[in-house]
């Protein structure tokens, strides 16, 4: 099969733009979960930590950013 002239991905550009999507990935991953812990924060320095705050840090900790990684990393194996 043909292609124009300059169409072709050379491996070096193909890995530059593989390095570009990481970047991409990892700053949507950071921002997100910058937006996200942003409120959960907020909350836990207004009640008393150990007796609302505190708990419910973890509990998001412990299910929400797990999920975030999971998408993203499906996302990026995924080529989206």
């Excluded at 999507?21 to 949507?28: D, G, P, Q, S, W």
């Excluded at 705050?53 to 999920?67: K, N, Q, S």
């Amino acid at each position: 099969m043909k292609t124009e002239p300059g169409t072709e991905t050379t491996g070096r550009a193909r890995e530059q733009g593989m390095q570009r999507a990481r970047l991409v990935f990892f700053l949507i991953g950071c921002l997100i979960v910058l937006a996200g812990n942003w409120p959960v924060l907020s909350l836990a320095n207004r009640i008393e930590p150990l007796v609302f705050g505190l708990p419910f840090l973890f509990i998001y900790v412990a299910a929400f950013i797990p999920g975030v990684m999971l998408f993203l990393y499906i996302a990026y194996r995924k080529g989206i």
